[in-house]
């Protein structure tokens, strides 16, 4: 109905605003890349394949130390970004974007219902000047976690994670590990952290880190 609509409007077929995959693309995003990228103070870059280009270099425009977050289903880029150097300015969060999304928003102490049930004034506060918002949480630290299919590995894969929530362990521990995640049934401690033993099991639900340390080993069942 909306293409026979369309087409009785314009008298004709309609073209979506849109680039299609080997047109040029426009003047003016070549005229904004080097500027925009040059003021970029922190990268989100959610749901993508980063192979398609030029958009998969994009990555790499933002100065260097540029805080980079992935948030993807599955681990991309590993040429562009660096995710296992300690104090590395790149995150990862593997799971769904919109989860990613409303996780990354709740470390930052914003009320995603307000935001949307109110068009942002809660955010920004009522005509009076007083502002609701609550004030933000610390910005979230990043954690590096071994991944092991064995209790006494040598080599663990090395993740850094932002949230490590069981839903991103498990996703990174298939990737890493080359299994599927539906074959993970369970991921303990290898070793004692914050009070529990070694072989205790992660949930299932929420996030992970209060249990967790930077640099524990985890056994993938």
């Given at each position: 109905a909306a293409v026979r609509t369309l087409n009785k409007r314009y008298r004709g077929l309609c073209k979506p605003a849109i680039t299609f995959f080997g047109e040029d693309l426009p003047e003016r995003f070549v005229a904004c890349v080097k500027q925009d990228?040059?003021?970029?103070?922190?990268?989100?870059?959610?749901?993508?394949?980063?192979?398609?280009?030029?958009?998969?270099?994009?990555?790499?425009?933002?100065?260097?130390?540029?805080?980079?977050?992935?948030?993807?289903?599955?681990?991309?880029?590993?040429?562009?970004f660096d995710f296992d150097t300690p104090g590395t300015a790149d995150g990862l969060y593997l799971g769904d974007c919109d989860v990613g999304a409303c996780s990354l928003a709740q470390l930052l102490g914003w009320d995603i219902d307000s935001v949307g049930n109110s068009g942002g004034d809660s955010m920004a506060g009522t005509a009076s000047g007083e502002s609701h918002a609550q004030p933000a949480a610390p910005p979230p630290s990043k954690m590096r976690i071994g991944l092991t299919r064995s209790r006494t590995a040598k080599r663990p894969e090395s993740v850094v994670f932002v949230a490590p929530t069981y839903s991103a362990i498990v996703a990174a521990a298939a990737h890493k590990l080359k299994l599927s995640q539906k074959r993970v049934k369970r991921i303990v401690l290898c070793e004692s952290v914050q009070g529990r033993l070694a072989g205790t099991e992660l949930p299932r639900e929420g996030d992970c880190s209060p249990m967790l340390k930077n640099d524990v080993l985890l056994w993938v069942e």
């Open positions: 990228f040059a003021k970029c103070r922190l990268l989100l870059v959610f749901g993508t394949s980063l192979m398609v280009q030029p958009f998969a270099s994009l990555v790499r425009l933002p100065p260097r130390g540029t805080p980079r977050l992935l948030v993807n289903r599955e681990q991309r880029g590993e040429s562009d």
